[in-house]
């Protein structure tokens, strides 16, 4: 059995620590006394409370237990001792608490932290050194940054403070790249003017270095669009179209002109399969200054080509795109496995989701990408026109601009590519995110639907106080804390010496209200899943309130609040330790290490694809945000027509969705498959069905976590989540 200490890292369960810190607060104490078996018995019985939580226990968590058992004695003056001597301990560890939770990730012993993102790893000096520089950043946020009862709410996890390791700088969340305006006018990296490329694979090259450097000067996730892609196709078919005529007259040759075109478009093919293949092996394999590779969404959409012609050329793009991550790339042992990045979103549109549709043979093929890879994830375009009147992609995993209205303010950015009258989305970003928790409102309610209206108000203050600081963090930054974002065109063209601040209004960035545990919530206050009417009624009840309260804002600041569902990674497991430490365990509602993301069905529920989507889909309406529903399935490479039929109802029902599937490798054994879940001394581990190796180092293991595929494994409450997870198939 486990314990997680106060510096994030792990250790065994020792029952003597317990009887000699009793020990130690009975001889500080005149006139008590405690016979041996008593203490034993103290021990004992927090020894038994920490095997039935299901996880490692915190030792502050421990100690509470500690203090209850010599209270139930009678034991009031010990016990007062051992408050005191905790407070004591308390005051030395706020001394050099940062110091020690950096000695302990510098040495690898920080379970907190190193499964803290299942896209890092831990080990490598570049993630250790960005780790190290988010506790400093965190030590200032909590000690000067933010009010404390902001802090006191993230620590108790009332609320989430995202992002709080990079809060320190003025750094913003997620965006939308305009690789448009930087291909296409120029752009500088690095003080290096870098002009408009005349070939494809050129482009998709300054494409790569352009998303590396975005990365390295944000936090979130960001998106480009193979739209941009697009005219480069052309370039380099009519400089091929000279190189070709050229050989001919060397040599003196004549050719049909079909010959000549046929030529031609081979060696087209072939520059836009090296391009391609630029972008997948250099996002791959770049390491962004947080020591991870860019988190980096492409979108595939057909219809943001700007004519008929260069929308051909735009599918050549997107089926090598496609073929490619079909693929997948070779690990260090030579196997084609499933990356992680980039993340790709294929949009359904009228001229590809029916058979006699022009591009259907796209759709075919995005399927069995998914069956095998898991993306691309699909936006319906039908859903998504009807929810926000314009189609464009998400900034990232899900975070979704509101629809442009900045556009009317005219060309706020400066960009190169802006058009009077026209909507803008590349270029606009996303301040920042908290995210409230729901099940917490709920349980403190005690089931008394006033009481949780009244308590849900007051969270609502805490969250836009919060938000609040995030934005003034942001506002007075200068353009010159990010040129290539501010300057350069991936989000702006500003002066030298300019602030950014007239971007953070009139509707050109957004500050996202995140959410969790809906599902926990709802069953918290009424007995009712939201699979259920009455569950259900009240779910959207509590949505459109979150949206009241956005919208309040909104009008009253200028600013786009939006409701976004968060996709909680490692929060969902501190969330649920919070809860449990503060109401117990409550069946349905805290008795597991997780809780539920955003509005989704709760994991374990039996419920087939169709049903879910349909049901997320009035949930998904209501968090324009960002989110992103899901259905679990299992190994579809041979029901691909399955796989259509799910894409076709996505298309018909729901705005955004994906499906999971598992794509696992053995580098022990060479099984190809999935790789378990299994139960050892109350922990959860990965194991090889095949052989039984659990060295997480010779597994490459790929799931969906929460809109991005983690490939660095998970935290406990996490890993368990992923465990439970039912078939919808």
Not at 146 to 162: C, D, M, R, S, T
């Amino acid at each position: 059995m486990k314990i997680i200490k106060r510096n994030g890292s792990e250790e065994n369960f020792d029952i003597s620590k317990i009887m000699n810190a009793v020990r130690k607060a009975c001889d500080a104490t005149e006139n008590a006394f405690l016979s041996e078996e008593q203490v034993f018995d103290i021990a004992d019985y927090v020894e038994y409370r920490c095997s039935k939580l299901g996880r490692a226990a915190s030792v502050e968590e421990i100690q509470d237990m500690v203090e209850n058992q010599l209270m139930s004695l009678g034991a009031f003056a010990i016990a007062r001792n051992y408050v005191r001597y905790r407070y004591n301990r308390s005051l030395v560890r706020k001394s050099n608490t940062t110091d020690n939770r950096i000695l302990s990730l510098i040495e690898c012993n920080n379970e907190e932290v190193m499964q803290e993102n299942s896209n890092k790893n831990p080990t490598v000096n570049s993630v250790q050194r960005d780790y190290m520089a988010g506790e400093v950043s965190k030590d200032l946020t909590n000690r000067l940054l933010l009010p404390q009862e902001i802090v006191e709410a993230h620590n108790q996890g009332i609320i989430h403070f995202h992002d709080a390791d990079y809060f320190a700088q003025h750094m913003h969340n997620c965006d939308l790249v305009n690789l448009e305006d930087m291909l296409q006018n120029g752009t500088v990296i690095s003080e290096t003017l870098i002009e408009r490329p005349h070939s494809f694979s050129t482009a998709c090259n300054i494409a790569t270095q352009i998303i590396a450097q975005v990365a390295s000067n944000q936090y979130g996730g960001q998106s480009i669009s193979l739209a941009h892609l697009a005219p480069f196709v052309q370039v380099s078919r009519e400089k091929i179209r000279g190189e070709v005529r050229k050989e001919l007259e060397e040599l003196e040759c004549s050719t049909t002109d079909e010959k000549f075109n046929d030529i031609v478009e081979k060696r087209l093919r072939k520059e836009i399969t090296k391009g391609v293949q630029t972008i997948q092996y250099q996002v791959v394999t770049l390491l962004t200054t947080n020591g991870q590779a860019p988190f980096v969404t492409v979108f595939l959409n057909l219809g943001e080509a700007k004519n008929e012609a260069e929308k051909r050329d735009l599918a050549m793009i997107i089926e090598e795109t496609l073929r490619q991550r079909y693929q997948g790339v070779k690990n260090e042992s030579g196997v084609w496995i499933t990356p992680a990045f980039p993340k790709l979103i294929y949009v359904l549109d009228e001229d590809n989701v029916e058979e006699d549709s022009p591009y259907y043979y796209l759709t075919e093929l995005a399927a069995r990408c998914t069956a095998k890879r898991m993306v691309p994830d699909y936006i319906s375009a039908k859903k998504m026109r009807e929810l926000k009147g314009d189609v464009y992609t998400c900034m990232g995993c899900r975070s979704f601009l509101t629809p442009d209205r900045s556009y009317k303010k005219g060309n706020l950015a400066n960009a190169g590519n802006f058009k009077e009258g026209e909507h803008k989305y590349y270029g606009r970003f996303n301040q920042g995110v908290v995210t409230v928790n729901l099940v917490d409102i709920g349980l403190s309610a005690h089931k008394d639907m006033n009481r949780f209206w009244e308590i849900f108000d007051e969270r609502m203050q805490l969250c836009h106080k919060a938000l609040r600081c995030r934005h003034e963090r942001l506002k007075g930054t200068l353009s010159d804390a990010a040129p290539i974002l501010w300057q350069y065109g991936a989000l702006a063209r500003l002066k030298k010496g300019e602030t950014i601040d007239k971007l953070l209004y009139d509707g050109y960035s957004t500050i996202s209200l995140g959410y969790a545990g809906l599902w926990e919530c709802v069953y918290s206050l009424i007995g009712k899943k939201l699979t259920e009417p009455e569950g259900k009624e009240l779910g959207l009840q509590i949505m459109q309130k979150l949206n009241d309260y956005c919208n309040k804002w909104k009008a009253e600041e200028n600013i786009d609040y939006s409701i976004y569902g968060t996709p909680l990674e490692s929060t969902t497991y501190k969330f649920a330790k919070c809860l449990q430490k503060r109401f117990g365990i409550i069946k349905g509602v805290t008795d597991r290490n997780y809780i539920t993301n955003s509005y989704h069905v709760h994991v374990t529920e039996e419920v087939d694809a169709f049903e879910k989507l349909k049901l997320e889909s009035e949930f998904q309406a209501l968090s324009p945000g960002g989110a992103i529903s899901y259905v679990e399935v299992p190994n579809m490479q041979g029901n691909i027509p399955a796989v259509m039929k799910v894409i076709h109802f996505i298309y018909d029902n729901i705005m955004y969705a994906e499906l999971n599937t598992k794509s696992d490798y053995c580098q022990v054994c060479g099984f190809d498959g999935e790789i378990k879940i299994v139960e050892d001394d109350g922990k959860l581990v990965w194991e090889c069905p095949n052989c039984g190796n659990r060295d997480q180092s010779k597994l490459n293991v790929a799931r969906r976590t929460c809109g991005y595929i983690g490939t660095q494994f998970w935290n406990q409450g996490r890993t368990q989540e992923i465990k439970e997870r039912v078939l919808h198939l």
